[in-house]
């Protein structure tokens, strides 16, 4: 059997459709919110089986990963987040960089020799990775109309993997690949799947518009920390309002902080974009929390934990 397991953001999705339009297969999709990246849990393999893992943390993974590699399943693993310990397996292919300017959809648009970049580009916008895709975009060039509507692109898709559970989402992510994956460029999917697409950026533009009217709890010359209430609007924007946050201040570091149904927080964190640097290891130092140097998050952090959060970020950014 075949896997495709895939984190649901713009990232996870993109690289996934590149993959398969390289080399197109049926496959039993496993994926999720942004958010659950624990996703090795939820695959049976077998001795023989492909498994194909994009974006998701080798390290959040790894007793999952080592235990499929013992039953004999051939993986292909290829993500730019913290890995931990990489196997050495006959049966494992990583290809894993943690570098701070690119994401798993460049992995892979190297891995394919260019064979698909405008959705690598795409999936780097919905990154925040700007820099990167726009370097990508000028070696193909793109024109600035159509380098436009990429980047809208890859930030709706971004904005519908955010939520608690899927319902809070527009598009189940394993739905809207499938919406997508048949297109050899994104524009064609704008142009011809054209429905999917303004409700993505309806939803997009109606939830920022409630976003942007919160005021921050907490503000200095170099860090800010805003709190969204617990709406499934607020769930969905979090972390495309915190990438909007980074650009807008690209020296100061912001935590955007949701308050959950279960009574805690959901955070995301962007490090500043002039100094992309220890988002994943603040966040990592809290139960339920991961994610790369640039930009990172924490699941569930408890309410009477705030101070301690906020005291942490401020030392790591003062």
């Not at 943690?98 to 795409?122: E, N, P, R, V, Y």
């Not at 895709?133 to 000028?138: D, G, I, N, T």
């Given at each position: 059997?075949?896997?495709?397991?895939?984190?649901?953001?713009?990232?996870?999705?993109?690289?996934?459709?590149?993959?398969?339009?390289?080399?197109?297969?049926?496959?039993?999709?496993?994926?999720?919110?942004?958010?659950?990246?624990?996703?090795?849990?939820?695959?049976?393999?077998?001795?023989?089986?492909?498994?194909?893992?994009?974006?998701?943390?080798?390290?959040?993974?790894?007793?999952?990963?080592?235990?499929?590699?013992?039953?004999?399943?051939?993986?292909?693993?290829?993500?730019?987040?913290?890995?931990?310990?990489?196997?050495?397996?006959?049966?494992?292919?990583?290809?894993?960089?943690?570098?701070?300017?690119?994401?798993?959809?460049?992995?892979?648009?190297?891995?394919?020799?260019?064979?698909?970049?405008?959705?690598?580009?795409?999936?780097?916008?919905?990154?925040?990775?700007?820099?990167?895709a726009e370097f990508l975009a000028k070696s193909i060039n793109i024109n600035a109309q159509n380098l436009q509507l990429l980047k809208n692109l890859g930030t709706y898709i971004n904005y519908?993997?955010?939520?608690s559970c899927l319902e809070d989402l527009h598009f189940p992510p394993d739905k809207l690949y499938l919406e997508m994956t048949n297109y050899k460029s994104p524009l064609d999917f704008i142009n011809q799947n054209h429905l999917i697409y303004q409700q993505l950026e309806n939803g997009y533009l109606q939830d920022m518009q409630?976003?942007?009217?919160?005021?921050?709890?907490?503000?200095?010359?170099?860090?800010?920390?805003?709190?969204?209430?617990?709406?499934?609007?607020?769930?969905?924007?979090?972390?495309?309002?915190?990438?909007?946050?980074?650009?807008?201040?690209?020296?100061?570091?912001?935590?955007?902080?949701?308050?959950?149904?279960?009574?805690?927080?959901?955070?995301?964190?962007?490090?500043?974009?002039?100094?992309?640097?220890?988002?994943?290891?603040?966040?990592?130092?809290?139960?339920?929390?991961?994610?790369?140097?640039?930009?990172?998050?924490?699941?569930?952090?408890?309410?009477?934990?705030?101070?301690?959060?906020?005291?942490?970020?401020?030392?790591?950014?003062?």
């Amino acid at each position: 059997m075949y896997y495709d397991i895939f984190n649901g953001d713009a990232d996870g999705i993109c690289a996934l459709i590149q993959l398969r339009l390289a080399n197109p297969l049926e496959s039993t999709l496993i994926t999720g919110i942004k958010r659950d990246i624990q996703l090795l849990k939820r695959v049976d393999a077998l001795k023989g089986d492909q498994l194909t893992v994009l974006d998701i943390s080798m390290q959040k993974n790894s007793q999952q990963l080592n235990d499929l590699l013992s039953r004999g399943a051939n993986i292909f693993y290829a993500d730019h987040h913290q890995a931990g310990n990489i196997p050495e397996h006959p049966n494992l292919t990583a290809l894993i960089d943690t570098s701070t300017d690119t994401c798993t959809s460049l992995i892979i648009d190297k891995h394919l020799s260019g064979q698909f970049s405008m959705w690598a580009i795409t999936a780097a916008f919905g990154d925040n990775l700007y820099d990167s895709a726009e370097f990508l975009a000028k070696s193909i060039n793109i024109n600035a109309q159509n380098l436009q509507l990429l980047k809208n692109l890859g930030t709706y898709i971004n904005y519908n993997g955010y939520g608690s559970c899927l319902e809070d989402l527009h598009f189940p992510p394993d739905k809207l690949y499938l919406e997508m994956t048949n297109y050899k460029s994104p524009l064609d999917f704008i142009n011809q799947n054209h429905l999917i697409y303004q409700q993505l950026e309806n939803g997009y533009l109606q939830d920022m518009q409630q976003a942007v009217q919160i005021k921050p709890e907490y503000s200095c010359n170099k860090t800010a920390v805003f709190i969204l209430p617990d709406h499934a609007w607020a769930r969905r924007v979090s972390g495309v309002f915190s990438n909007d946050l980074a650009n807008q201040s690209p020296d100061k570091a912001h935590a955007v902080l949701t308050l959950t149904p279960d009574n805690d927080y959901q955070v995301s964190v962007r490090a500043p974009l002039n100094n992309k640097i220890m988002a994943d290891e603040l966040c990592s130092s809290f139960p339920t929390g991961g994610g790369r140097k640039a930009a990172a998050g924490i699941n569930h952090l408890p309410l009477t934990t705030l101070p301690a959060f906020i005291a942490k970020f401020n030392d790591i950014y003062k």
